[in-house]
């Protein structure tokens, strides 16, 4: 499942994670941590759509 930023388009691809902040591939949306942010323009998890 993949979700994308809805301020600057990131994508954030479940199967990729983001190893660069920590979130193993396969990390599900849901079980990042509230506190993570777009690792592009540093919004919160509440400014991404499913895609």
Not at 16 to 45: L, Q, R
Request: proline share 8%; charged share 25%; with cysteine.
């Amino acid at each position: 499942m993949k979700w994308v930023c809805d301020v600057c388009g990131y994508v954030y691809d479940e199967a990729a994670g983001d190893p660069d902040s920590g979130i193993a591939p396969g990390t599900k949306f849901e079980d990042i941590p509230n506190d993570w942010v777009c690792p592009v323009c540093g919004v919160g998890k509440d400014q991404f759509s499913q895609q």
